[in-house]
């Protein structure tokens, strides 16, 4: 009987988010990630469009991290009938439950709205993509954690190994190991992979040798600045801003980035780069949550960081609020200058950090620091290309504050970090996936040809048999 192994892409195909992979294996089929959508102009149809393939066929989803843009569906799958057991890490399970959680009260949220707006246009109402009761049945699928480099039996021929992605805490690549009949086959899942050198996670490993490869490609087409000039950029922008009396509003993803942020104004502070007793507002529940998350598992930190945080607390600073009420996040509006706010989310597609630009982007005192990635079509995006004016929730602002772009944080491995990652072990394709075509993932593919690599960009939901 021929052996059928066929990888197909059900998201991030020639774009940033949304991703999802299946593998077959003989009768067995596992995903590895379901994401979510985010900031495409179509997002919201794009997200409630069928998978490309039946949620009951599938017997195991394999989650690389917890970013929204890698388990944001998932709770849909579970509606549409997944029912298979999901396999992540010890920290992974944890945010991931914080992320999602966060998501379908924005899920309701948003619906809830569209509804009120359709009602009176005589319209029918508008469903959240998922709801708190998927979120609690996705969360009741997650398996015993999985440790980091031991191969576990997911399904009939698949086993997996997840090995540290230096990402985000909890992150993974994933390596698939595929029997049907008489084929093998090992394809690695890159998930996101994180750089090299930094101070809270440990560097991420390198991939394993396999026949594929399928690689994220988001920062392929450059080179970050190095981390020790970002923190000096980072130091200066708020030393600046503090001393001519604005604000500082740092967009910032909940996980990782904002433990980030909030370690470096600890550092900065303490060695006198920073003035003492600004006051800090960490204005994000998920943050604060994720906070709380990263002291739970020094086994995801660095080693000298975990040591740290046994003895010290490397995220606070003297004067940090960590504002979890609605009406505390209110009274940050009222301060006109002298403060350094953080908040969600990071590409300001949501969450109050849209308030904070709201109130501080007309001010020519105030800076907006940002610190990420914002995806094309979102808020940052705009603002980061240079808008002169953006619109926040049906208003007109006129962007006066100066906007600086720090891009030496990046969670994401850039064009030389992801080759050091891929190694130069024979391989028989790679497949590039998470990035934006005409950027990482064009520059990527030219990189790798050029290094007699052999290259494919799949496509949205289209078959590829790997043996
Ligand atoms: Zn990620």
């Known amino acids: 009987m021929p ?66 843009d890698h388990c944001g569906r998932i709770p849909r799958l579970v509606k549409q009938g997944f029912k298979g057991p999901i396999y992540a890490t010890a920290a992974t399970r944890e945010l991931a439950r914080v992320v999602l959680m966060d998501a379908a009260r924005l899920q309701e949220e948003d619906a809830a709205r569209a509804s009120r707006l359709r009602h009176r246009r005589g319209e029918a109402e508008r469903d959240p993509l998922f709801t708190l009761e998927d979120v609690l049945r996705t969360l009741d699928l997650f398996a015993e954690a999985v440790p980091y480099n031991q191969a576990i039996q997911i399904t009939g021929g698949i086993h997996a ?44 490993n390198p991939a394993p040798a396999a026949d594929y490869v399928v690689m994220e490609s988001t920062y392929g087409d450059r080179n970050h600045r190095s981390l020790a000039e970002s923190i000096d950029e980072f130091y200066e922008a708020i030393s600046r801003t503090l001393a001519r009396g604005g604000n ?36 994000s529940p998920m943050a604060i949550s994720a906070t709380e998350i990263f002291r739970r598992h020094p086994e995801g930190l660095r080693e000298a960081f975990a040591e740290e945080l046994s003895h010290d607390d490397p995220f606070a600073t003297p004067n940090l609020h960590f504002t979890r009420d609605a009406s505390e996040s209110m009274a940050i509006n009222r301060i006109e200058g002298g403060a350094i706010i953080i908040a969600g989310s990071g590409m300001c597609t949501g969450g109050r950090v849209r308030h904070h630009l709201k109130h501080n982007l007309w ?25 002169r004016r953006v619109r926040i929730f049906d208003e007109i602002i006129q962007v006066n504050a100066s906007i600086h772009t720090i891009n030496g944080f990046s969670a994401h491995a850039d064009h030389d970090g992801l080759l050091n990652w891929l190694g130069d072990s024979a391989r028989r394709l790679v497949m590039l996936v998470h990035g934006e075509q005409e950027r990482g993932m064009r520059v990527m593919n030219d990189t790798l040809t050029a290094r007699a690599f052999q290259v494919a960009l799949p496509e949205l939901n289209t078959p590829v048999a790997l043996a």
């Open 161 to 204: 190994e997840f090995i540290d992605a230096g990402h985000i805490l909890g992150s993974a690549c994933i390596l698939l190991s595929l029997e049907d009949g008489d084929a093998t086959r090992r394809i690695v899942f890159s998930g996101d992979v994180g750089c090299s050198g930094r101070d809270i996670l440990r560097d991420p």
């Open 248 to 283: 500082v509003v740092i967009p910032s993803f909940a996980l990782e980035r904002a433990q980030e942020i909030l370690y470096y104004l600890h550092r900065g502070t303490k060695d006198g780069h920073l003035p003492q007793g600004t006051p800090i507002f960490l204005d």
């Open 363 to 387: 001010r020519d005192k105030s800076s907006v620091v940002f610190v990420g990635y914002a995806a094309n079509g979102t808020l940052g995006r705009r603002i980061v290309d240079g808008a």
């Open 3 to 68: 052996s059928k192994i066929v990888y197909s892409c059900h998201g991030a195909a020639r774009e940033v988010t949304g991703s999802c992979h299946r593998i077959q294996c003989g009768d067995h089929q596992v995903l590895v990630d379901c994401g979510l959508f985010q900031g495409r102009r179509d997002e919201e149809a794009a997200n409630a469009e069928a998978f490309g393939f039946d949620p009951h066929g599938i017997d195991a989803l394999l989650l690389t991290h917890a970013h929204l």
